[in-house]
T-cell receptor, first 108, second 113 residues
Framework: RKEVEQDPGPFNVPEGATVAFNCTYS??????FFWYRQDCRKEPKLLMS???SGNEDGRFTAQLNRASQYISLLIRDSKLSDSATYLC?????????FGSGTQLTVLP | DAGITQSPRYKITETGRQVTLMCHQT?????MFWYRQDLGHGLRLIYY???????DKGEVPDGYVVSRSKTENFPLTLESATRSQTSVYFC????????????FGPGTRLTVT
């Protein structure tokens, strides 16, 4: 069983749409959570950390539900430049564990 | 601000050859990591290092060797390359503990023929 599971997509949405991604993790001892963004053939880049209280960064909102062991990312007012793969990541004391990613394409 | 760099960016080698991938960071981060990324598997940790001269295995260490004689460098060596090691390799660094946010280099695309 994968430790971090994501719907691979692809999600194809029109510009301006709101889109949400979820992921689940299996390690109840996880201490930290992140969303990374990866553009085609490039390195993953940190998009935002995820806190228990939920956090927002501009058009992006991340939520953590420890009881159900899932993490979500909401993107409002999608831009063409949001097209990428979004990686859900959980961190334990030992390492980060990455999901396989959800592919998003924002269409004009 | 160079951040974290990797070299070479692209490499083609033959089965059985030794290959070394270089990683250099200018942030003085304590932790450094090597991952490979393959379709269907996502990012998998090969080795990591908590400080100079301290290294440990990750999820998929077989066939790889690392060293860390200086804080800023963390080379990854494939002792005898196999076709299954064809992949994109990413180096990353982190300021503190392993489970903290990591910053990635641009990657090395390795093909083993």
């Amino acid at each position: 069983r994968k430790e971090v599971e994501q719907d691979p997509g692809p999600f194809n949405v029109p510009e301006g749409a709101t889109v949400a991604f979820n992921c689940t993790y299996s390690n109840s001892a996880s201490q930290s959570f992140f969303w990374y963004r990866q553009d085609c053939r490039k390195e993953p880049k940190l998009l935002m950390s995820v806190y228990s209280s939920g956090n927002e960064d501009g058009r992006f909102t991340a939520q953590l539900n420890r009881a159900s062991q899932y993490i979500s990312l909401l993107i409002r007012d999608s831009k063409l430049s949001d097209s990428a793969t979004y990686l859900c990541v959980e961190g334990s004391a030992r390492q980060l564990t990455f999901g396989s990613g959800t592919q998003l394409t924002v269409l004009p | 601000d160079a951040g974290i760099t990797q070299s070479p960016r692209y490499k083609i080698t033959e089965t059985g050859r030794q290959v070394t991938l270089m990683c250099h960071q200018t942030w003085s981060h304590s932790y450094m990591f090597w991952y490979r990324q393959d379709l269907g598997h996502g990012l998998r940790l090969i080795y990591y290092s908590a400080a100079a001269d301290i290294t440990d295995k990750g999820e998929v260490p077989d066939g790889y060797v690392v060293s860390r004689s200086k804080t800023e460098n963390f080379p990854l060596t494939l002792e005898s390359a196999t076709r299954s090691q064809t992949s994109v390799y990413f180096c990353a660094s982190s300021e503190s503990r392993q489970g903290y946010e990591q910053y990635f280099g641009p990657g090395t695309r390795l093909t083993v023929t």
